[in-house]
């Protein structure tokens, strides 16, 4: 469908804009007009990661006139293979400073506002009614129903994308001209079944393909240009090069934007969607142990005072990065499909170990569940070994 303008044209242009913007003014459907709205546009990216990086550093070529990037991390080298917008010189640096930085470089006719803070239900409200347009550059799902639920009580057009891999999918959520994020995925998968990219990867260039994608859904509904990709699911796959979308329709027992919503205001999104399943909370909460137990525990088991079996849960891929000395690979799967659980020793301890105590605890709990009842896992998992006992390895 087609949707009016989402800002009016009220600034003009200066000479430097109409030479910087030259081949967005000679396209009719953009023009001048195009041009001063989006110059008096103010854009929210939620993010300066994989997303964020080609999102913002196209909305500042574009003339976006004010871009907001909302951001409490810091810049690390794992980084730099997908978000572009930071390099070796902003190591260490917050991402959103790190950004600004860039943006400044790429556009310095526009202004930048820094939000150095978490994003929660305390403060996403009056964040997000500073400007006209979110675009969510996220990687979890507690921040994307967040987003999305503030942005339906705001009345917010919501530019969502999502990468893994090879893969990414990409559309437009606004309740009042059709559906919101909940009327795609009415609740989260549960938790440990669909895997970050920290845990799964993804190739770097796809963050460009979807990152564009959402700038350009951007630039049409704040010039009322195009069919912006509301009720449409775009699903791009790089291996085979395909783009296909679908529609999405407007849910009417949406819980959110439905005809009688339950959800009326911001809830605890990290207890909705859960870090971990209430089976592996359970599991660990008495059975966890610190990467420097795990040290002692390993030197003891070298004197031959102990033993014990040190399982990592991680993918082969994974394995081949980073070790933790003495551990045997059993990948999750083989646990949660009950294959690895005939070979697990009768006469040791268990102790499992992943990236940063997510999987392992998962594991745990089916371990536990199968008899195990005195194994445990490592909080932490390698980063943390990496971090303090072995910071010559490499991280990831």
Same mark, same amino acid.
């Given at each position: ?288 142990? #610190?990467?420097?137990?795990? @040290? =002692? ?6 004197? %031959?005072? /102990?033993?014990? $079996?040190?399982?990592? +849960? ?28 005939? #070979?697990?020793?009768?006469? @040791? =301890? ?6 940063? %105590?997510? /999987?392992?605890? $998962?594991?745990?709990? +089916? ?30």
């Amino acid at each position: 469908m087609s949707l009016p303008p989402l800002v009016e044209p009220i600034q003009e242009l200066s000479i430097s804009e109409v030479r910087r913007y030259s081949r967005h003014l000679i396209i009719p459907d953009v023009g001048m007009a195009g041009q001063r709205r989006l110059k008096s546009a103010r854009v929210l990216c939620v993010g300066a990661g994989g997303l964020g990086s080609p999102a913002l550093m196209y909305l500042a070529a574009a003339g976006v006139g004010t871009i907001g990037v909302v951001d409490f991390d810091v810049v690390d080298e794992s980084n730099l293979q997908r978000q572009v917008i930071h390099g070796e010189s902003t190591i260490g640096m917050p991402k959103a400073e790190s950004a600004q930085q860039r943006i400044a470089e790429i556009n310095p006719l526009i202004e930048v506002q820094v939000h150095r803070e978490r994003l929660d239900s305390s403060n996403v409200l009056d964040l997000f009614a500073q400007y006209d347009l979110i675009v969510d550059g996220t990687d979890n799902f507690a921040t994307r129903y967040l987003v999305n639920d503030a942005c339906v009580l705001l009345g917010k057009p919501y530019i969502w994308g999502s990468i893994y891999r090879f893969e990414g999918q990409a559309s437009v959520f606004w309740a009042e001209h059709g559906p919101c994020y909940r009327c795609l995925y009415p609740e989260p998968p549960p938790p440990g079944m669909v895997p970050s990219c920290a845990e799964g990867g993804v190739l770097g260039v796809l963050c460009a393909s979807i990152g564009s994608i959402q700038v350009t859904e951007a630039i049409k509904l704040l010039t009322g240009i195009g069919e912006p990709l509301v009720g449409r699911l775009m699903l791009y796959d790089g291996l085979e090069m395909t783009y296909r979308a679908m529609k999405v329709r407007k849910d009417p027992e949406c819980a959110v934007c439905g005809e009688n919503p339950s959800v009326t205001e911001l809830i605890d999104y990290e207890a909705f969607c859960g870090s971990v399943s209430d089976e592996a909370a359970a599991a660990a909460r008495e059975s966890t142990i #610190s990467v420097l137990t795990l @040290k =002692q525990m390993l030197d003891e088991r070298e004197r %031959g005072e /102990r033993d014990f $079996e040190l399982i990592d +849960v991680r993918e082969p891929n994974e394995f081949e990065i980073v070790s933790i000395p003495g551990a045997k690979l059993v990948p999750k799967g083989e646990f949660l499909s009950g294959k690895a659980l005939a #070979s697990l020793p009768n006469d @040791k =301890q268990i102790v499992l170990h992943c990236k940063v %105590g997510g /999987r392992s605890a $998962e594991v745990l709990a +089916v371990v536990k569940d199968a008899g195990f009842t005195d194994a445990i896992h490592v909080g932490g998992g390698v980063v943390a070994w990496v971090d303090q006992v072995e910071p010559d390895k490499p991280s990831y």
